[in-house]
């Protein structure tokens, strides 16, 4: 069965151009050009992954983001005119899975839904394992975290980073190891985004994430992850 995508882009004519390509690679795609309508069909009948416009009409996409990330952990590629690191974080901090700027190679985006929904099926496929350390719990072919039983809504970048750094407790890894697990290789982006991630990460399972005893900082290096104990 071919993947769905929906794309919320308010350019009609870069819509289309979007469409066509995803048809031709064997996608099911649906169009829409409106943040309301975007969110709504998102709810309605998820997609295997939204391509989403920053700025949309009626509702904007960061908005649209936030709102999915409260329920649900479809992959979220965003597309934008904006071009700065801070946007970029931004949309990576809001629960983004990839980031695109305008313009871009339609065979390039591709490329990333393709990437993206690869990653996602990998970790449906992968056996019954539980990986533990401490209090969190991660539950790799259910795409599940928990911290001491509580389920915690992790985006499919979270959890890729979350899954790497649980299965080897202790060990560090450069911000450069990390950001190979949630991106293409070679692609422009700064070692910002694991921290981005990161910050995120200890938002939601930390008792206190200005004083993590989970996810560890390393400095000069990365993270690691601790055994559920600050580690002396």
Same mark, same amino acid.
């Given at each position: 069965m071919?993947a769905?995508?929906?794309v919320a882009e308010?350019?009609?004519?870069?819509?289309?151009?979007?469409r066509?390509?995803?048809?031709?690679d064997?996608y099911?795609?649906?169009?829409?050009?409106?943040g309301?309508? /975007?969110l709504?069909?998102a709810?309605?009948?998820?997609?295997d992954?939204?391509v989403? *416009?920053?700025?949309?009409?009626?509702?904007?996409?960061?908005?649209?983001c936030r =709102?999915? =990330?409260d329920?649900?952990d479809?992959? @979220?590629?965003?597309?934008t /005119?904006?071009?700065?690191?801070d *946007?970029l974080?931004?949309?990576l901090?809001i629960g +983004?899975d990839?980031?695109?700027?305008? !313009?871009? =190679?339609p065979?390039?985006l591709?490329?990333? @839904?393709r990437t993206?929904?690869?990653r996602t099926?990998?970790?449906?496929?992968?056996g019954?394992?539980?990986?533990? /350390?401490? !209090?969190?719990?991660? /539950? !790799?072919?259910?795409?599940?975290?928990?911290?001491?039983?509580? !389920?915690v809504?992790c985006t499919?970048?979270?959890?890729?980073?979350?899954?790497?750094?649980? +299965?080897?407790p202790g060990?560090v890894?450069?911000?450069?190891?990390?950001?190979?697990c949630i991106?293409?290789?070679?692609?422009a982006v700064?070692?910002?985004?694991v921290d981005?991630?990161?910050?995120?990460?200890?938002k939601?399972i930390e008792?206190?994430p200005? =004083?993590?005893?989970?996810l560890?900082?390393?400095?000069?290096?990365?993270?690691?992850?601790s055994?559920?104990?600050?580690d002396v």
């Amino acid at each position: 069965m071919s993947a769905y995508v929906l794309v919320a882009e308010d350019d009609e004519k870069q819509a289309e151009l979007i469409r066509r390509y995803l048809v031709h690679d064997g996608y099911a795609v649906t169009v829409v050009h409106d943040g309301p309508t /975007a969110l709504d069909m998102a709810v309605k009948r998820p997609p295997d992954l939204l391509v989403l *416009d920053w700025m949309l009409p009626g509702l904007d996409g960061l908005e649209i983001c936030r =709102r999915i =990330r409260d329920t649900g952990d479809m992959p @979220i590629l965003m597309l934008t /005119a904006r071009s700065t690191e801070d *946007d970029l974080l931004l949309g990576l901090g809001i629960g +983004a899975d990839d980031y695109m700027t305008k !313009p871009f =190679r339609p065979r390039e985006l591709v490329a990333r @839904i393709r990437t993206l929904l690869r990653r996602t099926r990998q970790q449906e496929r992968t056996g019954e394992v539980l990986l533990k /350390a401490g !209090p969190l719990t991660v /539950a !790799p072919d259910r795409h599940e975290v928990s911290v001491n039983g509580l !389920p915690v809504n992790c985006t499919p970048s979270e959890f890729r980073l979350l899954s790497t750094l649980v +299965a080897a407790p202790g060990r560090v890894f450069t911000r450069a190891q990390l950001l190979h697990c949630i991106t293409d290789h070679g692609r422009a982006v700064t070692e910002r985004t694991v921290d981005m991630h990161m910050m995120n990460l200890r938002k939601k399972i930390e008792i206190s994430p200005r =004083r993590p005893e989970l996810l560890l900082t390393v400095h000069g290096v990365g993270y690691k992850l601790s055994r559920g104990r600050r580690d002396v």
